[in-house]
């Protein structure tokens, strides 16, 4: 399997000819779609090892080279189809935008790991890390340094824990500031959702940045069949800015599916919580948007120490309150589905 595209090498014509001679010394020729591919050295021992596990090989040789400008634009074409990728009104995959009308709630938090733990239901998941001017994803997820590789003008994303993620902080030099106006801003949205492969993607879920500004309403423009989270903590404030994202969301068509609770308290050893950000924010947010509070995490140690670490908490403490809440609502969010409602399906006759 090719790590990147997460298909068949046979199936992509990156192996040519193949011999085994009678002394059980095989040859396979191995085409890399780019030079300096990243996953070389991985492709081409999965190569080796998947020869030496067929019956009578005892050597094996790979010759590897590279797909000319042709063969790759072939990969290209035939990967996207006939027109690249859209996540229009008739598409399978769900998307799940993550907002909140202010910083510092935990969106990203929320977004990694609920994407890992999506990912460990089976549903095949990416991540579209749209906080341009404060991308945190590629660090909560462990790829702080990733680079996408690049195959014509079809841009492959990394994968961390089985999700595919794109983010802009992907694309400049260590902490350098990305300073961008309205329009700017729209075509990279546009971009991430049309020159990304995300490939068969069960959900795509969007880590939006703070507030109702230009990210969000082009998103909205872009993906008005999105199913948006809003995601506050328990402090009164913090909820009253939060209902601002949900209402923006529905005026660009989207749709609100429920709240998401932060921060809700910090579990003691005699068994109380502390609430240091107060208490009701979310069930307050939910009536006034009328949806339900999918989940309540907890203020957890662990849940931090993941963010830092890059191991998110749903694979590195899944006993942790915070973890099972946040699995809790991945089971919540598998059980609504999209339903097939209204949307053409892709068979003829």
Known sequence: MDPEIRRPLAELDMIGATSLDETGSASVALRLTIVG???AERIEQDVRDAALGVAGVERV?????VMTPAEREALVARLRGAKRQQFGPDTLTRVIAVTS??????????TANLAV????????TGVLDADVFGFSIPGVLG????????????????VAHGVKVCSIGMFVDGQAAVSWRGPLLHRTMQQFLTDVFWGDLDVLLLDLPP??????ISLGQLLPNAEVLVVTTPQAAAAEVAERSGIVARQTGQTVVGVVENMAGLPQPDGSVLELFGSGGGEELA????????ASVPLSVPLREGG???????????EDPAAQAIDSLAGSLARLGRGLSGRSLPFST
């Not at 040789?61 to 080279?65: A, K, P, R, Y």
């Not at 733990?117 to 095949?124: I, S």
């Not at 830092?308 to 899944?318: K, S, T």
């Open 37 to 39: 591919c990243p996953a």
């Open 61 to 65: 040789e790979v010759d590897v080279s």
């Open 101 to 110: 009308g202010k910083g510092g709630v935990g969106k990203s938090t929320v």
């Open 117 to 124: 733990a999506l990912e460990r239901r089976g549903l095949r």
């Open 143 to 158: 790829i702080p340094g990733a680079k996408p590789t690049q195959v014509g003008d079809m841009i492959l994303p990394p």
């Open 211 to 216: 507030g109702t500004g230009d990210v969000a």
């Open 287 to 294: 009536r006034r948007l009328e949806v339900p509070v999918l």
């Open 308 to 318: 830092d670490a890059g191991r998110p908490v749903v694979l590195a403490a899944p």
